[in-house]
């Protein structure tokens, strides 16, 4: 088996979402983690990068197979089905994805099967029997130090799930030969895992000790089958991390999309980062494949304070939220409430109150009372700059820098952060825009009147550039009211300023106040 030691160049940005387990419908936890790959991967493009994004479903496994029977459903029917849910979810949330991966797909299949016969080739699986604990609900196996015994003397995993006690035949991974490996990878290159909390639970989990992992199961069958032994299905994490490389054409070395490898960024919940950050540069290095850049783990969502819960029947589908909310707004607050990496609490008032004071207040009073100043005071013609004044260069200063600003951010996964950068610079255009006041210049110094709107115009033209990826729909509204052809709207175009004289269209409402039903009068 031929290495893959692909080193993309710095023009190419991979990024992924995990794959949705189909054994339920998609949440708000789900939208949360497209929408954030989303936003790197739209910046990667308006910053002249040739990018490749992944999103799918994990469709093995005996909960699946499990969840089928109980809808009375066969099991790839039953997989269809949420697979094209998961797949209407991340279009109603405007999510860019290059491709969308089923680990029931034969390209899939083909790609899990050679990696295991890469990893088998180099030593790294054997034949045994496993006795242990095992999570249903995790798809997990868990060591006997990792348990907490209840009152009733049942025992659960750290995530809460039951476990019980399993014995059968099974392939198992080499995983304790690691160990050093994978801490010197945490060591040297702390990029590679964030964020820091996760980091030091990894980290901490690996320095206890790393035991070999049972990879095949032999008690039920909805699985890819072990090449040369197919009593035995691969277990779903092995198969289901696959699927990166997979949509890429492994195990091809000549296929077109293997150049994107290793990926540059994989974005999961924080309850599988131990399978993306052990599990999965484990089975990398055993076969010879270069690592993933980085891998980031987002946290949980509550509802009002609460666990989301099928029980309590809170679970929130995004798509009900955008129906209410319009879709840039409900994206917008899911990065914007808690800095991202940590946990975040879905409240409507909170959610509303983002909404009027952010995007209706800040940004679109700002554009709406800039654009119809120039319509009704300029007959619509885009002004030409005057002399500038210091305040003037201030402002322009700070909106230039917001493209550089937010690569770092963007760089670390700070997503909260980048918002808040471009926040300060539409805060200082409202500030002055009051000290201006273009309104009152108007009857004292229709020249000076002009460049005033003119700077907050350019101001204008760096803030939506810049929102285009958290907000795709609406920024692109406010970049054709500030007359920004389309092929004008990445971040290199923000180098030339725009021809005065141009007719700018009538200026329009981009973002409608909310008033949550308690609050009505």
């Keep these: 088996m031929t290495s893959i030691t692909t080193t993309p160049g710095t023009n190419r940005y991979y990024v992924t979402t995990p794959i949705y387990y189909v054994n339920g419908a998609p949440h708000i936890g789900h939208?949360?983690?497209?929408?954030?790959?989303?936003?790197?991967?739209?910046?990667?493009?308006?910053?002249?990068?040739?990018v490749f994004f992944l999103t799918g479903t994990d469709e093995h496994g005996?909960?699946?197979?499990?969840?089928?029977?109980?809808?009375?459903?066969?099991?790839?029917?039953?997989?269809?089905?949420?697979?094209?849910d998961f797949r209407d979810m991340a279009d109603a949330m405007d999510i860019s994805y290059d491709d969308f991966i089923r680990t029931t797909e034969p390209r899939h299949k083909k790609a899990a099967q050679a990696l295991w016969e890469a990893v088998s080739a180099n030593g790294h699986i054997y034949l045994g029997a496993y006795e242990g604990w095992y999570a249903l609900r995790d798809e997990c196996f868990y060591s006997e130090d990792e348990l907490t015994t209840r009152p009733d003397g049942s025992r659960i995993a750290p995530s809460g799930a039951p476990v019980e006690w399993v014995r059968e035949p099974s392939y198992f991974f080499r995983l304790s030969a690691f160990q050093d490996r994978l801490l010197a990878l945490y060591e040297q290159h702390p990029e590679f895992l964030g964020p820091s909390g996760r980091r030091n639970e990894i980290v901490s989990f690996v320095r206890q000790g790393l035991k070999d992992l049972s990879i095949s199961r032999t008690s039920f069958r909805w699985g890819i089958p072990v090449p040369n032994d197919p009593d035995h299905v691969m277990y779903v994490w092995f198969d289901a991390l696959t699927n990166y490389l997979s949509a890429l054409g492994y195990p091809d070395p000549g296929a077109e999309r293997m150049a994107f490898w290793p990926a540059s960024a994989h974005i999961v919940g924080k309850d599988i980062i131990r399978f993306h950050a052990v599990f999965w540069p484990a089975f990398l290095m055993a076969a010879g494949i270069a690592l993933p850049e980085a891998v980031y783990a987002n946290g949980w969502w509550t509802i009002e304070g609460e666990k989301m819960s099928k029980s309590v029947g809170n679970v929130v589908d995004p798509r009900d939220l955008v129906a209410t909310y319009g879709l840039d707004p409900v994206r917008f607050f899911l990065l914007r409430e808690v800095p991202f990496g940590g946990d975040s609490d879905l409240n409507r008032r909170s959610l509303v109150n983002r909404l009027n004071v952010e995007l209706a207040n800040d940004l679109g009073n700002l554009a709406q009372r800039t654009l119809s100043l120039i319509a009704r005071n300029c007959e619509g013609i885009l002004p030409a700059f005057g002399t500038l004044s210091d305040d003037d260069r201030a402002l322009l200063a700070g909106a230039s820098l917001l493209p550089e600003l937010l690569r770092g951010q963007m760089k670390r996964f700070a997503l909260t952060d980048g918002l808040e950068e471009v926040w300060k610079v539409i805060r200082a255009c409202n500030a002055y825009i009051d000290r201006q006041a273009p309104w009152a210049l108007k009857k004292t110094d229709i020249v000076r009147m002009a460049s005033v709107l003119r700077v907050l115009h350019e101001a204008l033209r760096h803030i939506a550039t810049t929102l285009q990826p958290f907000m795709p729909g609406t920024m692109a509204k406010l970049l054709t009211q500030l007359g920004v052809a389309e092929e004008k709207r990445d971040f290199a175009a923000l180098s030339e300023t725009l021809e005065e004289g141009?007719?700018?269209?009538?200026?329009?409402?981009?973002?409608?106040?909310?008033?949550?039903?308690?609050?009505a009068s």
Excluded: C, M, W
């Design 31 to 50: 939208a949360y983690t497209s929408v954030a790959a989303d936003v790197l991967a739209r910046f990667n493009r308006l910053d002249g990068k040739d």
């Design 62 to 84: 005996q909960k699946v197979e499990q969840a089928a029977q109980n809808a009375g459903v066969e099991t790839q029917a039953f997989t269809d089905g949420i697979a094209s």
């Design 502 to 519: 141009i007719v700018l269209p009538a200026p329009q409402g981009l973002f409608p106040r909310h008033v949550l039903p308690e609050d």
